[in-house]
T-cell receptor, first 114, second 111 residues
């Protein structure tokens, strides 16, 4: 199985600022994904982080708000930019690869914007 | 990916079998049925998956109907630690595809 380390685990941020969340996996994986989970809701895919190229964003999510980096096959970052209270959510990193039969998730970053 | 329908919530007595249903009537022949669960404040955890045969592992059993339009996740002896939101997901390939989460079933184990 893949082990994912996600940092920070939680943060409280001022509106208008930005936060970068890191996702480190213990083995090389083809696919890395970023999800958002708003309070009391299910998980929504933000984007697929592509190694060496721009991320692929889902409908309703844009690069200016959620820039993503994927410098190699074990690491990715998600930045939540110009935050507002509506961005208060849990952000989760997930990885998948053809050598595994399932996807794996980090423990999430609980973000509160005040 | 096919859409799934699950009851929003269920209760189960501790020690009893918990049976969680999922409807996926538009599932395609090459789509697998996956189950994940999310315990409060944690990332989703894989439970089990199957294509058309029933499957069993150390956590649960998965029963898929012959027409593959529905399935049931069975936790044979539920404990308080099984209280979580359970997600049924159908997806095309095994391994490297993204997951689309529905609303899931909030299972509460009653002491």
């Amino acid at each position: 199985s893949a082990v994912i380390s996600q940092k920070p685990s939680r943060d409280i941020c001022q509106r208008g600022t930005s936060l970068t969340i890191q996702c480190q996996v213990d083995s090389q994986v083809t696919m890395m994904f970023w999800y958002r989970q708003q309070p009391g809701q299910s998980l929504t895919l933000i984007a697929t982080a592509n190694q060496g190229s721009e991320a692929t964003y889902e409908s309703g999510f844009v690069i200016d708000k959620f820039p993503i980096s994927r410098p190699n096959l074990t690491f990715s970052t998600l930045t939540v930019s110009n935050m507002s209270p509506e961005d208060s959510s849990i952000y989760l990193c997930s990885v998948a690869d053809s050598k595994y039969t399932e996807a794996f998730f980090g423990q999430g970053t609980r973000l509160t914007v005040v | 990916d096919a859409k799934t329908t699950q009851p929003p919530s269920m209760d189960c007595a501790e020690g009893r079998a918990a049976n969680l249903p999922c409807n996926h009537s538009t599932i395609s022949g090459n789509e697998y049925v996956y189950w994940y669960r999310q315990i409060h404040s944690q990332g989703p955890q894989y439970i089990i998956h199957g294509l058309k045969n029933n499957e069993t592992n150390e956590m649960a059993s998965l029963i898929i109907t012959e027409d593959r339009k529905s399935s049931t996740l069975i936790l044979p002896h539920a404990t308080l630690r099984d209280t979580a939101v359970y997600y049924c997901i159908v997806r095309v390939s095994v391994g490297n595809e993204k997951l689309t989460f529905g609303t899931g079933t909030r299972l509460t184990i009653i002491p």
